[in-house]
């Protein structure tokens, strides 16, 4: 956001932030970082506003455990990646839409899966590449738990029996949405020079 709409946007609110304000400043030096925020300090005092303690900190997020988290991201040793708390409620949503005792079609599975992959693969789409191929295993593992149980075969769909019988060909064949594949094609040149 622009200087000049973060001015607009204070002055028509009466120099009130939304309720929820989470400022990053991103600063070349660490004395200009420190400036920073002896000047937001000051103006949020004179504002009658204070930041959080617990969550206010200066660090280099090019340096491994300095980093910060902002907009489901985190920034960290010179990578993005997605925050913990992100990947956990797309798992809790993935595993809501296959519940293995449901008696669903993994057809129809799939198609309600998509949509989900797909929106959280458009938000995520810049996050480091590792985060990508474990979500799709870990689609892929509870795809074959659900088949195992309409075989009436107890597990969890992670033996090499499974990935035989399923292998992940048969879950593109049905259309399942993988991300890690979406990354590689977004990564490739558009000029068409591999």
Same mark, same amino acid.
């Given at each position: 956001?622009?200087?000049?709409? #973060?001015?607009?946007?204070?002055?028509?609110?009466?120099?009130?932030?939304?309720?929820?304000?989470? /400022?990053?400043?991103?600063?070349?030096?660490? @004395?200009? $970082?420190?400036?920073?925020?002896?000047?937001?300090?000051?103006?949020?005092? !004179? %504002?009658?506003?204070?930041?959080?303690? *617990?969550?206010?900190?200066?660090?280099?997020?090019?340096? *491994?455990? #300095?980093?910060?988290?902002?907009?489901?991201?985190?920034? @960290?040793?010179?990578? &993005?990646?997605?925050?913990?708390?992100?990947?956990?409620?797309?798992?809790?949503?993935?595993?809501?839409?296959?519940?293995?005792?449901?008696? %669903?079609?993994? @057809?129809? =599975?799939? $198609?309600?899966? %998509? /949509?989900?992959?797909?929106?959280?693969?458009?938000?995520?789409?810049?996050?480091?590449?590792?985060?990508?191929?474990?979500?799709?295993?870990? =689609?892929?593992?509870?795809?074959? !738990?659900?088949?195992?149980?309409?075989?009436?075969? /107890?597990?969890?769909?992670?033996?090499?029996?499974?990935?035989?019988?399923?292998? +992940? !060909?048969?879950?593109?064949?049905?259309?399942?949405?993988?991300?890690? @594949? $979406?990354?590689?094609?977004?990564?490739?040149? &558009?000029?068409? +020079? %591999?």
């Amino acid at each position: 956001m622009s200087g000049d709409v #973060q001015v607009r946007i204070c002055e028509h609110l009466r120099g009130r932030f939304p309720r929820v304000t989470r /400022p990053v400043v991103l600063c070349r030096s660490r @004395e200009e $970082a420190q400036s920073a925020l002896a000047r937001m300090q000051a103006w949020l005092t !004179a %504002n009658g506003l204070t930041l959080h303690p *617990d969550k206010t900190h200066l660090g280099d997020c090019r340096v *491994d455990g #300095q980093g910060f988290e902002f907009l489901g991201y985190r920034f @960290e040793g010179g990578k &993005r990646w997605v925050r913990k708390k992100s990947l956990m409620s797309l798992r809790d949503k993935i595993r809501a839409k296959t519940k293995r005792n449901t008696g %669903n079609s993994i @057809e129809y =599975v799939i $198609a309600s899966l %998509n /949509p989900t992959l797909k929106g959280w693969y458009g938000y995520f789409q810049h996050a480091h590449r590792f985060t990508f191929s474990a979500i799709d295993g870990f =689609v892929r593992r509870r795809l074959r !738990a659900m088949l195992r149980k309409q075989k009436h075969r /107890p597990g969890q769909g992670h033996c090499q029996r499974d990935h035989k019988q399923w292998p +992940n !060909a048969f879950f593109a064949d049905l259309g399942l949405f993988t991300m890690s @594949e $979406a990354h590689k094609l977004a990564r490739q040149s &558009r000029c068409g +020079n %591999n």
